[in-house]
């Protein structure tokens, strides 16, 4: 970011700005339109037809009525269905609550500062709540108690939106990265990786134990890994920095999780 944006932007501006900048930009069709393309009038017509075939077997009508029955036997949930849609309200269902647990920026190690988009670096970064929350793991403290009020909550931070998290930089793929420089990428990966935060329940209410020795950031810029098993020394493993191919920095664009059994 420019001084000049710095000079005229406040801290409370910036959040907005950061709110309101969209994550797809309207060039970039979305699930919706591309399903609307695919859907045309003849696929439609297919469809149509195919149902109607189905229909005249009674295969349909026992299709629908298996399938609302056993949704209905595997689910103990109860409410009213709100209909989709994208703003800047957080809609839940009617006797539903919705809080937030945790943000990017927020402290998960100690002495990490509070969050401020005007001034980041990364070694604040480094001890803060990554971005994009992607695979979110529920792992019950004491391990092994299914205890439903205490755990270790896992969350991976899959990737980043420089447009969002530096309020004035814009979307630098579209600018060929005029104005990005080490500083930001370093930012950047460091707010990659993962978090690891314990939390607990109390009336009613989840809270993270901010002083929690479990409390741990993983990032793609500063955390090292031993690299086992079939993998370890393979040639395509080996780097200039550690041509054993045995160790690595960092974890980068997890997409999704699993927990291991």
């Known amino acids: 970011m420019t001084q000049k944006c710095r000079d005229e932007m406040s801290k409370a501006m910036a959040y907005e700005l950061s709110e309101d900048t969209p994550t797809n930009p309207l060039q970039t069709p979305t699930f919706g339109d591309i399903v609307n393309?695919?859907?045309?009038?003849?696929?439609?017509?297919?469809?149509?037809?195919?149902?109607?075939?189905?229909?005249?077997?009674?295969?349909?009508?026992?299709?629908?009525?298996?399938?609302?029955?056993?949704?209905?036997?595997?689910?103990?949930?109860?409410?009213?269905e709100i209909s989709a849609r994208s703003d800047e309200t957080h809609h839940v269902a009617p006797g539903y609550d919705a809080e937030v647990l945790i943000r990017w920026g927020d402290p998960v190690l100690p002495g990490a500062p509070a969050f401020d988009p005007m001034n980041q670096t990364a070694e604040a970064q480094g001890k803060q709540f990554g971005y994009n929350c992607d695979f979110i793991g529920y792992l019950p403290l004491p391990h092994g108690s299914g205890n439903p009020d205490r755990a270790l909550l896992f969350v991976n931070h899959e990737?980043?939106?420089?447009?969002?998290?530096?309020?004035?930089?814009?979307?630098?793929?579209?600018?060929?990265?005029?104005?990005?420089?080490?500083?930001?990428?370093?930012?950047?990966?460091?707010?990659?990786?993962?978090?690891?935060?314990?939390?607990?329940?109390?009336?009613?209410?989840?809270?993270?134990?901010?002083d929690s020795r479990y409390n741990r950031r993983i990032s793609a810029?500063?955390?090292?890994m031993r690299i086992s098993g079939p993998a370890a020394g393979h040639a395509r493993m080996k780097t200039s920095d550690d041509p054993n191919g045995t160790h690595v920095i960092g974890m980068f664009a997890n997409c999704a999780g699993g927990q291991t059994p």
């Open 159 to 210: 990737y980043t939106n420089e447009e969002l998290m530096f309020p004035g930089l814009g979307r630098q793929n579209e600018q060929d990265f005029a104005d990005m420089s080490r500083s930001l990428v370093d930012i950047e990966m460091a707010a990659h990786g993962a978090s690891v935060i314990e939390i607990v329940k109390r009336a009613g209410t989840w809270r993270v134990t901010g």
């Open 37 to 80: 393309i695919r859907l045309g009038r003849r696929e439609t017509l297919k469809g149509m037809l195919a149902v109607t075939a189905l229909s005249a077997t009674g295969f349909a009508s026992l299709l629908t009525t298996t399938s609302g029955e056993a949704l209905a036997a595997a689910t103990t949930f109860k409410f009213d």
């Open 221 to 224: 810029l500063s955390t090292g």
